[in-house]
């Protein structure tokens, strides 16, 4: 399953809402370098779907504010 997201790096609050059109808005806490935001994105996305790390992958986005995020069933 593919999920689109707009991350916000080095807000007040680590959150994960759903939007009406389907794709999601991200905040997290930690600063958008050295990979931390993508990576602390990843953990969200599995804890809301109730999956492992492993099964949650940013498959385009990396750099950008906007990300194509990939979930193995």
């Known amino acids: 399953m593919y999920i689109r997201a707009r991350v916000t790096a080095d807000a007040?609050?680590?959150s994960v809402r759903k939007t009406k059109d389907g794709s999601y808005t991200i905040s997290v806490r930690v600063p958008a370098?050295?990979?931390q935001?993508?990576?602390?994105?990843r953990e969200l996305i599995a804890k809301e779907f109730g999956l492992t790390f492993a099964q949650v992958h940013i498959v385009s986005g990396q750099h950008k504010g906007s990300k194509m995020i990939h979930i193995d069933n």
Not at 37 to 41: H, I, L, M, S, T
Request: net charge positive; aromatic share 0%; hydrophobic share 20%.
């Open 37 to 41: 935001a993508n990576k602390r994105v």
């Open 12 to 14: 007040r609050n680590d």
């Open 33 to 35: 370098e050295g990979n």
